[in-house]
């Protein structure tokens, strides 16, 4: 089965798709690792040009990285109700006391980081039992997106 699919948001995604169904996009494994690789190293040179030039720190230019990740499910539903013409209200949010956000409030960062650790584990089993060392390789990128995912519980304390 081939799948083909271009949006870097959707890494995640095409690494979940090869694992559980071995649904193989039409770029080559050893392209779309180095696609992928890129992917990250880019991201944290982009992010350390802008970021690390203003505070000289690296702490600010992870938690940049990883407040992309976490806010990615916000943009996509701005960015598909601005596609479908669909207006959505304004909610004025509170400056002085902040609380914690419900888990109902982040439950799409939670299944995707149930979904991508699952995947993760999966894919060593995957390699056991095929020998093919692409599921290692797209299980590391599942971690490294887990990651990213878990400091939500960093930010929403």
């Known amino acids: 089965m081939v799948f083909c699919w271009y949006r870097e948001h959707d890494y995640a995604l095409i690494s979940l798709l090869f694992i559980f169904f071995h649904i193989v996009s039409i770029i080559t494994p050893k392209i779309y690792i180095f696609i992928l690789g890129f992917y990250i190293i880019f991201e944290f040179f982009a992010f350390s040009i802008t970021v690390y030039s203003i505070n000289k720190s690296i702490i600010l230019v992870l938690r940049n990285i990883s407040l992309t990740f976490i806010i990615s499910p916000v943009l996509v539903k701005s960015a598909f109700y601005a596609l479908i013409g669909k207006r959505t209200s304004f909610k004025v949010t509170l400056k002085g006391d902040s609380t914690k956000i419900p888990l109902r409030g982040i439950w799409q960062n939670i299944l995707m980081m149930f979904l991508t650790s699952s995947g993760a584990f999966y894919s060593v089993y995957r390699y056991i039992y095929?020998?093919?060392?692409?599921?290692?390789?797209?299980?590391?990128?599942?971690?490294?997106?887990?990651?990213?995912?878990?400091?939500?519980?960093?930010?929403?304390r």
Do not use: C, P, R
């Open 130 to 156: 095929t020998g093919i060392i692409q599921y290692i390789f797209n299980g590391i990128f599942l971690i490294y997106f887990t990651i990213l995912g878990l400091t939500i519980f960093y930010y929403n």
